[in-house]
């Protein structure tokens, strides 16, 4: 019990140790307008949208477009698009003028609630900008993972682990092993069958706490609310399901306990198949509502639907019947450790040992699929808190299968062929208690992944396409949005001029400031030249469809100064493919 403690204390320590900020939600990816610009008077948009790079929970979605006076600008109600990642509203006209667009969503993948907030301007008829934008582009946040979230889902997992292990073991290895003679005959069959029965029935029972919890929690106490919320979120869903599922568990595993009391072993199995089918429902349900699920698993170029799910309830039932296999020998370990019950460890302990042995296989080919689904990289198992709690799992999974391996090839067949096999059963129990501890110690780190964004999905959040050049000592910087990789599509092109000398703002240009693109590829393609809009300060920005042709493009960005010789920074960007 020490060992457990303390293995679930350095989990818990782990949790404190994360890098960054333990927040899970839908990040912000994208958004009409972006973030930053400044457009034409006679371009006011008539809506605004934001994309999140997770599926939005319905009816979850609000809007604030408010001036600098605080008038507000939007018409609800908020629309979603068809894969639900994107949410709009329509625009009152708007007028010059700076407008920040202040947005809410909850996930319909982890039912977190995220917020965040961005700023856009819109020049008056002579070209000015009436203001200035605040610094800092868009944001995105969401409430820092609950501790209580993390507990519920442990909970869950090591009740739903419990409840499945017990009833696998009571129908598959206890009960056939009490068709031999010699374990008929033992006190142990039917008092160690009781105890089986129970681990089951109280799994049950924790199972269904924990998702009546989770329930409470993101339906109630942290979430909209009502019926609709429920139909509408992939994971609320599935958190109801999961209750009514554990419901039915536990009717089912207290009745076979009330009966094991009364009855021969014989007599309960078809309870506990019973038992098991729930049990592996559940982990069918589950995973529906994971980000597993809601995450395409892409092999060069084709997406492969669905395979998310199968390796995440692969994953979860190998761990569940292992660590619930666990959990009942050890509940039961004063039946199986004493000489008279050797008869009935051989046979329950040497079947759990093969079934352990293809359990491993389970988690290790799930794991590895799930790894490459929501980690994506290397790079990402050391950047982000996610990658780190799948390194730790890891760490203990390796000596989990030690302890596994030895029990299977070295203490069961001592057990069946030593003198005193007794004494390799309860050297086998005493190891099965530190192979306990560290599955539960794995679960309280499934409950944390579980919790957690992704890896795959905190790394593939905007990642702005920048380059540089330096002129006469002035650095200019420039932003293309959206990550230019197709022709003939619109691309924000933002301007920072700063010194390189100190990197603070120069402010010294011209709104006489110009950008010239011309194609390397197509030599016949005459060249476009454009004004710039700015400059407002140190930045500068257009957004164009110039760049119509795949292949090489060569900017000249012409920025006259006040305090002397045109900049002229040259760029140059290829692209691939024509849209």
């Given at each position: 019990?020490?060992r457990s403690?303390?293995l679930?204390g350095?989990?818990l320590?782990?949790?404190?140790?994360?890098?960054?900020?333990?927040?899970?939600?839908a990040?912000y990816?994208?958004?009409?307008?972006?973030?930053d610009?400044?457009?034409?008077?006679?371009?006011t948009?008539?809506?605004?949208?934001v994309t999140l790079s997770?599926?939005?929970?319905?009816?979850?979605a609000t809007f604030?477009?408010?001036?600098g006076?605080?008038?507000?600008?939007?018409l609800p109600?908020?629309?979603?698009?068809?894969?639900g990642?994107?949410?709009?509203?329509?625009?009152?006209a708007?007028?010059?003028?700076?407008f920040?667009?202040?947005?809410t969503?909850?996930?319909?993948v982890?039912?977190?609630?995220?917020?965040?907030?961005f700023?856009?301007?819109?020049q008056d008829?002579s070209?000015?900008?009436p203001?200035?934008?605040?610094?800092?582009?868009?944001?995105?946040?969401?409430?820092?993972?609950?501790p209580?979230?993390?507990?519920?889902?442990?909970?869950?997992?090591?009740g739903?682990?419990?409840?499945?292990?017990a009833?696998v073991?009571?129908?598959?290895m206890w009960i056939p092993?009490?068709r031999d003679?010699?374990?008929?005959?033992?006190?142990a069959?039917?008092?160690?069958?009781?105890?089986?029965?129970?681990?089951?029935?109280?799994?049950?029972?924790?199972?269904?706490?924990a998702f009546?919890g989770?329930?409470?929690?993101t339906?109630?106490?942290?979430?909209?609310?009502?019926a609709?919320?429920i139909?509408?979120s992939?994971y609320?869903?599935?958190?109801v399901?999961?209750?009514a599922?554990g419901a039915?568990?536990f009717?089912?595993l207290?009745?076979?306990?009330?009966?094991?009391?009364?009855q021969?072993p014989?007599a309960v199995r078809?309870h506990?198949?019973?038992?098991a089918i729930?049990?592996?429902?559940?982990i069918?349900?589950?995973?529906?509502?994971?980000?597993?699920?809601a995450?395409?698993?892409v092999?060069?170029?084709?997406?492969?639907?669905?395979?998310?799910?199968?390796a995440d309830a692969a994953?979860?039932?190998?761990?569940?019947?292992w660590v619930?296999?666990?959990?009942?020998?050890?509940?039961?370990?004063s039946?199986?450790?004493?000489?008279?019950?050797?008869p009935?460890a051989?046979?329950v302990?040497?079947?759990?040992?093969r079934?352990a042995?293809?359990?491993?296989?389970?988690v290790?080919?799930?794991?590895?699929?799930l790894?490459?689904l929501?980690?994506g990289?290397v790079d990402?198992?050391?950047r982000f808190?996610?990658g780190?709690?799948?390194?730790?799992?890891?760490?203990?999974?390796?000596?989990?299968?030690?302890?596994?391996?030895?029990?299977?090839?070295?203490?069961?067949?001592r057990?069946?062929?030593?003198?005193?096999?007794a004494a390799?059963?309860?050297?086998l129990t005493?190891?099965v208690?530190n192979?306990?501890a560290?599955?539960?110690?794995i679960?309280?780190?499934?409950?944390?992944l579980a919790?957690?964004?992704?890896?795959?999905s905190?790394?593939?959040?905007?990642q702005?396409?920048t380059l540089?050049d330096?002129?006469s000592?002035i650095?200019v910087?420039?932003?293309?949005t959206?990550?230019?990789?197709?022709a003939?599509?619109s691309y924000?092109?933002?301007f920072?001029?700063?010194y390189?000398?100190?990197?603070?703002d120069?402010?010294?240009?011209?709104?006489?400031?110009?950008?010239?693109?011309?194609?390397l590829?197509n030599i016949?393609?005459?060249?476009?030249?454009?004004?710039?809009?700015?400059?407002h300060g140190n930045?500068l920005?257009?957004t164009?469809?110039?760049?119509?042709?795949p292949?090489?493009?060569?900017?000249?960005?012409?920025i006259?100064r006040?305090?002397?010789?045109d900049?002229?920074a040259?760029?140059?960007?290829a692209l691939?493919?024509?849209?």
């Amino acid at each position: 019990m020490n060992r457990s403690v303390l293995l679930l204390g350095a989990a818990l320590f782990l949790v404190a140790l994360l890098p960054g900020p333990a927040t899970a939600h839908a990040n912000y990816v994208s958004s009409d307008p972006l973030p930053d610009a400044i457009l034409p008077y006679n371009s006011t948009p008539t809506s605004v949208s934001v994309t999140l790079s997770q599926a939005i929970e319905a009816n979850s979605a609000t809007f604030d477009v408010t001036n600098g006076t605080g008038a507000r600008f939007d018409l609800p109600p908020v629309s979603p698009s068809s894969d639900g990642r994107t949410m709009s509203v329509r625009l009152n006209a708007t007028g010059p003028g700076i407008f920040t667009v202040a947005w809410t969503a909850t996930s319909a993948v982890d039912g977190h609630f995220t917020a965040g907030s961005f700023a856009y301007g819109v020049q008056d008829a002579s070209g000015n900008l009436p203001g200035s934008l605040p610094p800092g582009g868009a944001t995105s946040i969401g409430a820092p993972v609950s501790p209580f979230e993390i507990g519920l889902r442990f909970v869950g997992f090591f009740g739903l682990a419990a409840a499945l292990g017990a009833a696998v073991i009571g129908a598959f290895m206890w009960i056939p092993a009490g068709r031999d003679p010699d374990v008929n005959a033992t006190p142990a069959y039917g008092l160690g069958f009781q105890v089986v029965t129970n681990v089951a029935r109280a799994g049950a029972f924790l199972f269904a706490l924990a998702f009546a919890g989770l329930f409470l929690l993101t339906d109630v106490l942290e979430g909209s609310g009502g019926a609709g919320s429920i139909l509408g979120s992939t994971y609320k869903l599935s958190v109801v399901l999961s209750l009514a599922l554990g419901a039915a568990l536990f009717v089912v595993l207290s009745d076979a306990f009330s009966r094991s009391r009364k009855q021969a072993p014989e007599a309960v199995r078809r309870h506990l198949l019973i038992g098991a089918i729930l049990g592996i429902a559940a982990i069918g349900i589950g995973v529906a509502g994971t980000h597993a699920a809601a995450t395409d698993f892409v092999l060069i170029e084709f997406t492969l639907p669905g395979v998310g799910v199968v390796a995440d309830a692969a994953h979860i039932l190998g761990v569940t019947l292992w660590v619930g296999g666990l959990v009942t020998i050890f509940a039961a370990r004063s039946f199986l450790r004493e000489p008279a019950s050797v008869p009935i460890a051989r046979i329950v302990i040497g079947r759990f040992s093969r079934m352990a042995a293809y359990c491993v296989g389970l988690v290790l080919l799930g794991g590895f699929i799930l790894a490459l689904l929501l980690v994506g990289s290397v790079d990402a198992l050391f950047r982000f808190g996610y990658g780190w709690v799948v390194l730790a799992k890891v760490a203990l999974f390796a000596p989990m299968v030690a302890f596994g391996a030895y029990n299977r090839y070295r203490l069961v067949p001592r057990g069946s062929e030593a003198s005193e096999p007794a004494a390799a059963f309860r050297q086998l129990t005493r190891n099965v208690r530190n192979e306990t501890a560290l599955g539960a110690t794995i679960l309280v780190l499934a409950a944390l992944l579980a919790s957690l964004t992704p890896a795959i999905s905190v790394a593939a959040g905007p990642q702005p396409f920048t380059l540089d050049d330096t002129v006469s000592g002035i650095r200019v910087h420039l932003v293309v949005t959206p990550t230019p990789t197709i022709a003939n599509r619109s691309y924000a092109l933002e301007f920072y001029l700063s010194y390189a000398s100190n990197g603070s703002d120069y402010n010294g240009g011209k709104n006489t400031s110009k950008i010239t693109f011309r194609s390397l590829t197509n030599i016949g393609l005459p060249p476009t030249t454009l004004a710039l809009i700015g400059p407002h300060g140190n930045h500068l920005i257009i957004t164009t469809f110039a760049m119509s042709q795949p292949g090489t493009w060569r900017i000249d960005a012409d920025i006259p100064r006040v305090d002397g010789f045109d900049l002229i920074a040259t760029f140059h960007i290829a692209l691939t493919g024509a849209g």
